[in-house]
Nanobody, 123 residues
Framework: QVQLVESGGGLVQAGGSLRLSCAAS????????MGWYRQAPEKQRELVAT???????NYAESVKGRFTISRDYGKNTVYLQMDSLKPEDTAVYYC?????????????????WGRGTQVTVSS
């Protein structure tokens, strides 16, 4: 199994910055893509940004130029630097990882999710 623990959420004024972190642990054989998703009240969960194990990145249009995703491969950690925050960025932010694990001698690959961290941007 893989555990993803997010940190760094909080309350910030519009125009401010926050940095989210997500550390993966467990019986990880290999981490593939990692990313961040968010879910605002009464809305569906949406992609914010992803980063492959080769360093390729993808961003939602709404955050391009303001958010930066990065990764520390040695620490199995992904970060999301959020600048120029807007009230519409308010949501619970979830970490996601595509990971390969060993269960006995069986290799398994699948998506894992963190529990989420609240980001609130006041106007």
């Amino acid at each position: 199994q893989v555990q993803l623990v997010e940190s760094g959420g909080g309350l910030v004024q519009a125009g401010g910055s926050l940095r989210l972190s997500c550390a993966a642990s467990g019986s990880i054989v290999r981490l593939y893509a990692m990313g961040w998703y968010r879910q605002a009240p009464e809305k569906q969960r949406e992609l914010v940004a992803t980063i492959t194990n080769g360093g390729g990145t993808n961003y939602a249009e709404s955050v391009k130029g303001r958010f930066t995703i990065s990764r520390d491969y040695g620490k199995n950690t992904v970060y999301l630097q959020m600048d120029s925050l807007k009230p519409e960025d308010t949501a619970v932010y979830y970490c996601n990882a595509d990971a390969g694990t060993l269960s006995g001698t069986e290799f398994r690959r699948g998506p894992y999710w963190g529990r989420g961290t609240q980001v609130t941007v006041s106007s």
